[in-house]
């Protein structure tokens, strides 16, 4: 008789023996979407790799043009059995950031799947490829194990521009509401709290960007002549900097924290005793940056973060004897839902002005991805919690908030699902540089625990429709 321990098994004897197959074959399609030239490699992600494998799962598939004329299709499959059972809507992304091939490591490079020291290498295995691939691996088991019939119905969304903002998926989703008409979103991306730790994100932080600028002068002019005499543009930006955070990390400003400058209580409940764990990968945790007083779970997941992108002031690869003309700062600020991405600008403009800083001006400012959040005791998150520790018999950590962005709030502004984002990656897996790579043990886990999911959804016990 079909068992949930046999589709478990099913799940993790392809993972065993066919998955790293199946992922040589997505990565080996260079589907950037941040490199020109690639528009091809995007659509061919969708029609081959993707398009004959939804087929043999059942699903009614298209390829949507983008709300956005400049930007890569949408693809949907639905696979329904009956419009009274559960419903989940299945989201992921095909497209990459840069394949940054020079800057890989020596035996390495961004269009191959390579393993090396129990890692799989490649662009993609981690973000997002082998993030949705192993969900549908997992969905292959049910379905094989129980004969073709599963008792819940699948929608599927795979975008190609996530790592530009998701353009036009707002727009798309608002479209096309009845087609994507789900009961919850359960999908895959982003980093565990630490790699041996199974994690349930309920949404995510948001990403608000500006650039801070000093404009002095049409051009540099000799630093004998001038050194000393005319306003150095970047020693300017950088104390502006500075008062804006401090030497040790903690945003200055009030205007850019959550209401009241505090954690709130229940997500600090949440997040009592979460782990977090870097991976290693060249960064530290370093407990004297951020925010005083917070633990390192709350200062990712449950607190804003002031980060400079990139700054720039004369020409590094060429310095002259010359007083810059200007000097320039890419800023970033990571934000919870708790916090008013409105005032954003006024608040940092206010701050300039009053710390002696007319001269820098903001540039560009503006939201680029909104957060989102689920209530963590919301009973869909109760209900994956459970089954996930089940199946892999150790504690399922439940945070607010992953600490990146994604486009959860598309799906919650025009389907009203709750969001549940089971991760299969980790901090440290390079996700946006060269060296990216999947840790085959986590991932192992992250098959196994969809497949119970997916296995759980065919059986009573699942939240009631609100």
Same mark, same amino acid.
């Given at each position: 008789?079909?068992?949930?321990a046999?589709a478990i098994?099913?799940a ?10 199946l992922l040589t /074959?997505?990565?080996?399609v260079?589907s950037t979407?941040? /490199?020109p030239?690639?528009?091809? $490699?995007c659509? %061919?992600?969708l029609?081959?790799?993707l !398009?004959?494998?939804l087929g043999?799962?059942? *699903?009614t &598939?298209q390829?949507?043009p983008?709300?956005d ?7 949907t499959?639905?696979r329904?059995?009956?419009?009274a059972?559960p419903t ?6 095909g ?9 890989w490591?020596e035996?390495?490079?961004? #269009? ?7 890692r799989w290498?490649g662009?993609?295995?981690? /973000?997002?490829?082998g993030q ?5 691996s997992?969905?292959e088991?049910v ?7 599963i008792?819940f119905n699948v =929608?599927l969304l ?5 790592e @530009?903002?998701?353009k ?8 096309? =509401? $009845?087609?994507? =008409?789900?009961?919850?979103?359960i999908?895959?991306d982003g980093?565990r709290?630490?790699?041996e730790?199974?994690?349930i994100?309920?949404g995510?932080r948001?990403? #608000?960007? &500006?650039t801070?600028?000093?404009?002095? %002068?049409?051009g540099?002019?000799?630093?004998g002549?001038?050194?000393?005499l005319?306003? $150095? ?5 950088a104390?502006a900097i ?7 990390g @903690?945003?200055?400003?009030?205007? !850019?924290?959550?209401a ?11 997040l009592a005793? &979460?782990p977090?764990?870097g991976?290693?990968e060249g960064a530290?945790i370093?407990? +004297? ?8 779970a709350e200062?990712?997941y449950g607190?804003?973060? *002031?980060?400079?992108?990139?700054m720039?002031?004369g020409r ?5 004897n ?8 890419? &800023?970033q ?5 708790d916090? $008013?991405t409105?005032?954003?600008e006024?608040a940092i403009?206010?701050?300039? +002005?009053?710390a002696?800083?007319?001269e820098?001006v903001i540039?560009?400012?503006g ?6 959040r689920t ?5 869909w ?10 199946t ?15 486009p959860?709030?598309v799906?919650?502004?025009h389907l009203g699902?709750? !969001?549940i984002w089971?991760?299969?990656s980790?901090?440290?897996?390079k996700?946006h540089?060269? +060296?990216?790579?999947? !840790? ?8 196994a625990?969809?497949?119970?999911m997916? #296995?759980?959804?065919g059986e009573?016990?699942?939240p009631?429709?609100?």
């Open positions: 008789m079909p068992d949930r046999g098994a099913r993790e004897t392809f993972f065993d023996q066919g998955f790293r197959a /074959d997505l990565v080996a260079p979407s941040q /490199d030239g690639h528009e091809a $490699d659509r %061919r992600y029609e081959a790799a !398009l004959p494998w043999r799962l059942g *699903f &598939c390829i949507h983008n709300p004329p400049d930007f890569p299709p949408i693809l499959g639905v329904m059995e009956d419009p059972l989940v809507l299945l989201y992921g992304h497209d990459t950031v840069r394949g940054l091939a020079d800057q490591s035996g390495l490079a961004p #269009w191959v799947l390579t393993e090396r020291d129990g290498y662009r993609g295995t981690a /973000d997002n490829k949705h691939a192993l969900n549908l997992a969905l088991a379905i094989a194990e129980r004969g073709g019939t008792g =929608k795979i975008e190609m521009c996530e @530009r903002g998701s036009g998926l707002r727009a798309f989703v608002a479209a096309n =509401k $009845d087609l994507l =008409k789900s009961d919850v979103l999908a895959s980093p709290v630490a790699p730790v199974p994690t994100a309920t995510t948001g990403t #608000w960007h &500006c801070l600028a000093v404009r002095l %002068r049409q540099g002019v000799h630093s002549h001038w050194g000393g005319t306003t $150095d543009p970047a020693v300017v930006l104390h500075a008062s804006i955070m401090d030497r040790h @903690r945003i200055m400003v009030d205007g !850019l924290l959550p009241g400058r505090v954690v709130p209580n229940r997500v600090r409940a949440v005793g &979460c977090v764990d991976g290693g530290t370093d407990a +004297d940056w951020g925010e005083p007083g917070l633990s390192a200062k990712i607190w804003n973060s *002031f980060i400079v992108l990139a720039l002031s590094p690869e060429n310095p002259v010359a007083v810059a003309p200007d000097a320039v700062a890419h &800023c600020i990571r934000y919870t839902v916090t $008013d409105a005032g954003f006024a403009r206010a701050h300039l +002005d009053a002696g800083f007319p820098v540039e560009n400012p939201l680029r991805m909104p957060a989102s209530d963590t005791d919301h009973p998150v109760r209900w994956a919690q459970a089954s996930m520790a089940q892999l018999g150790k504690r399922v950590q439940i945070i607010p908030n992953s600490s990146g962005g994604l959860g709030d799906f919650v502004d699902v709750p !969001l089971v991760p299969h980790y901090n440290g897996c996700q540089g060269p +060296d990216e790579h999947l !840790l085959p043990g986590v991932a192992r886990e992250g098959i625990a969809f497949t119970g997916y #296995w759980d959804l009573a016990g699942v009631k429709r609100a």
